[in-house]
């Protein structure tokens, strides 16, 4: 079973600011993977799948990239509503079942 | 526009049973893979189940494998979770996901969960 380690757990940074996100697998993905946005209250959003493609109306300061173990969410400047806990995931091919990481919370510093 | 709505959610007792519904509406359900995930009190999202168009192919995670079950009504639009001999730590947020199939880089395909419902709240309590 494929582990997501995200670091860090919590991210403090300012509205307007660079936000970097890691996720680190426990072993080389060959299924690539994709980052939710979590609020409270609402459905996780997907924001990226295979790294580094934007989902549909997701805004162009959100980025992925990465390849192997190692992978990055990359805000470029921070608004209000980004604040939020993000998750990679992967999906396995056979059984289909998807791996979390436990989730990065971005705050607001 | 698409939805996916869930429902069933409640306070049942440990070793109970609920049945969650999710309603989908918007999309072609017989085209996508179905699956449910939770989100239990200040945790992270955990994957439970999957489940094919036909409903021939199914999955669980190991924390639901022999107590929960899922199932499609392609008439009704309709997943199901049925969910037996509730613990107190299934209480969670309980969300169904439909799957698509995306395009990815160089034209592969990609499966992912790209429309989420609000979810539905279980609590397991005496």
């Known amino acids: 079973e494929i582990v997501l380690t995200q670091s860090p757990a919590t991210l403090s940074v300012s509205p307007g600011e660079r936000a970097t996100l890691s996720c680190r697998a426990s072993?080389?993905?060959?299924?690539?993977l994709a980052w939710y946005q979590k609020k409270p209250g609402q459905a996780p959003r997907l924001l990226i799948y295979?790294?580094?493609i934007r989902a549909t109306g997701i805004p162009a300061r959100f980025s992925g990239s990465g390849s192997g173990t190692d992978f990055t969410l990359t805000i470029s400047s921070l608004e209000p509503e980004d604040f939020a806990v993000y998750y990679c995931?992967?999906?396995?091919?056979?059984?289909?079942?998807?791996?979390f990481g436990q989730g990065t919370k971005l705050e607001i510093k | 526009e698409v939805s996916l709505v869930e429902s069933g959610g409640g306070l049942a007792q440990p070793g109970g049973s609920l049945r969650l519904s999710c309603t989908v509406s918007?999309?072609?359900?017989?085209?996508?893979?179905m699956n449910w995930v939770r989100q239990a009190p200040g945790k992270g999202l955990e994957w439970l189940s999957y489940?094919?168009?036909?409903?021939?192919?199914?999955f669980y995670a190991d924390s639901v494998k022999g107590r929960f079950t899922i199932s499609r009504d392609s008439l009704k639009n309709t997943l199901y979770l049925q969910m037996n001999r509730l613990r107190a730590e299934d209480t969670a947020i309980y969300y169904c996901?439909?799957?698509?199939?995306?395009?990815?880089?160089?034209?592969?395909?990609?499966?992912?969960?790209?429309?989420w419902g609000k979810g539905t709240p279980v609590t397991v309590s005496s």
């Open positions: 996901a439909s799957e698509s199939r995306l395009v990815g880089r160089n034209s592969h395909p990609f499966f992912c969960m790209d429309v």
């Open positions: 918007g999309l072609i359900f017989n085209d996508h893979n």
């Open positions: 489940i094919t168009p036909s409903g021939s192919t199914i």
């Open positions: 072993e080389t993905l060959i299924n690539y």
């Open positions: 295979d790294v580094s």
């Open positions: 995931v992967q999906r396995g091919n056979w059984p289909p079942g998807y791996f």
